[in-house]
């Protein structure tokens, strides 16, 4: 099976990569390696270049075609083929913005599974802004100012953020490491666990900044009620 490497997974902060094109199929290409996060998992896709020689492709959108295999949907159909070599260059300020939200996201969601059981129902994160869905009956904007307030607090502790991998088996026993509801990890051998020292461990497969304090801080801007046991919650960096 033709797979692809995904190295935003062990290197979050990854900005140029080698890789060589397995497949092309109009103007999508997939590698045997990546850096590019695909639209997956609430996180917006990541935009760049894939060159090849002196020509250059705008990445528009990566994509998951199953777990590990990444289409690059490019702005032109490539002059490559498959067997060439080319080099992956990631929209850095676009994925450090993410980056730091999906952490702070990890945060919040922490707070509100300790504090009321709640699972997040829904969410998306892309560079201006982050919205989460909680299974939560109040609908009280104070739960949520509270929490931002707390999420905040944790981040100026500069705590540190540790990428690993567990066995399925002993990684589904640690206590609310799914905080997704109605949702299971991928039928995998090993989980990718990001852990928040003292804070936080959940299984996910996104990129996360290294320390909290990278992250600067929230600002909530609005929350919305969207149905019996829905709260929405919409913020962004301060």
């Known amino acids: 099976m033709v797979l692809t490497e995904l190295l935003y997974q062990i290197d979050s902060?990854?900005?140029?990569?080698?890789?060589?094109?397995?497949e092309v199929r109009g103007n999508s290409v997939m590698l045997d390696r990546t850096a590019f996060h695909?639209?997956?998992?609430?996180?917006?896709?990541?935009?760049g270049i894939i060159r090849y020689g002196s020509q250059e492709y705008n990445v528009l959108q990566a994509s998951l075609e199953s777990e590990e295999k990444v289409w690059h949907a490019l702005d032109i159909v490539p002059k490559f083929n498959v067997g060439d070599k080319v080099v992956g260059l990631i929209d850095w300020d676009k994925r450090y913005k993410i980056m730091k939200l999906h952490t702070a996201s990890h945060i919040l969601s922490s707070i509100m599974f300790n504090r009321y059981g709640a699972l997040i129902t829904g969410g998306h994160i892309d560079a201006?802004?982050?919205?989460?869905?909680?299974?939560?009956?109040?609908?009280?904007k104070a739960v949520f100012e509270e929490a931002v307030e707390e999420t905040n607090n944790i981040i100026q502790k500069g705590l540190d953020v540790k990428i690993y991998f567990l066995d399925r088996d002993e990684a589904l026993k640690i206590p609310g490491v799914i905080k997704l509801a109605q949702r299971t990890p991928p039928n995998v051998r090993l989980l990718r666990i990001v852990e928040i020292l003292g804070v936080d461990v959940q299984a996910d497969g996104g990129p996360h900044v290294r320390?909290?304090?990278?992250?600067?801080?929230?600002?909530?801007?609005?929350?919305?009620?969207?149905?019996?046991g829905r709260k929405r919650i919409y913020y962004r960096l301060r």
């Not at 695909?38 to 935009?47: A, I, K, N, T």
């Not at 320390?211 to 019996?228: F, H, M, P, Q, S």
């Open 211 to 228: 320390n909290t304090r990278e992250i600067g801080g929230i600002v909530l801007e609005k929350v919305e009620n969207k149905g019996k």
């Open 128 to 140: 201006e802004h982050a919205k989460d869905d909680f299974n939560l009956q109040s609908s009280d």
């Open 38 to 47: 695909p639209l997956s998992g609430g996180l917006d896709s990541d935009r």
């Open 13 to 22: 902060y990854l900005k140029e990569f080698d890789a060589k094109v397995i």
